[in-house]
């Protein structure tokens, strides 16, 4: 990869980029956010909700209006296949919505870890955001998406590396 260019200011200014959301004010188009909390207070809950918010297009999630209708993929580290089915019949989603879902959201129920930070696995994740044309990935668990630790610098780097660079600049898909 090349390095960007570099622009005196006025031109940098004038240049025709802007920024787009998706959730404005939480989540760019291409973006990245990281949802971090202790155990148990809601983290899979908020980004399943933010995930069925924007596959649906709705007008707000909570108090951020949603600018952009995405294409949502929940890959499921932490919970089976079972207990994502669970998760959803708790939410009792109304019919119509289970109809927009169905073209629009996306569940990966792998229900273990997963490293993404090595190349078989990841192949596997850029052919089902090309494949179904998925604008936003949701990754339930960071710990278990990676051989290595989130407290190590180098292991984080190689999996941001993956998700910056593979899925964001080359796919133009959130996470």
Not at 137 to 146: E, F, G, P, R, T
């Amino acid at each position: 990869h090349s390095a960007p260019e570099v622009y005196r200011f006025d031109d940098f200014m004038k240049t025709n980029i802007t920024l787009r959301w998706a959730i404005e004010g939480l989540l760019p188009v291409s973006g990245s956010m990281v949802i971090f909390g202790r155990p148990g207070v809601g983290k899979s809950t908020f980004a399943l909700r933010l995930g069925m918010a924007l596959a649906l297009g709705k007008e707000r999630f909570l108090q951020w209006p949603i600018i952009t209708r995405q294409k949502v993929l929940f890959v499921s580290l932490e919970m089976q296949h079972y207990e994502v089915k669970e998760f959803f019949k708790d939410m009792e989603i109304p019919e119509d919505e289970q109809q927009q879902l169905q073209e629009q959201f996306f569940i990966w129920p792998i229900g273990n870890a997963y490293p993404f930070d090595t190349p078989d696995q990841q192949l596997e994740l850029l052919k089902f955001i090309k494949l179904y044309g998925i604008e936003l990935v949701i990754i339930d668990s960071l710990s278990l998406s990676m051989y290595g630790s989130v407290k190590d610098d180098d292991d984080i780097k190689r999996l941001n590396s993956f998700l910056n660079e593979d899925v964001r600049k080359e796919l133009k898909c959130s996470y």
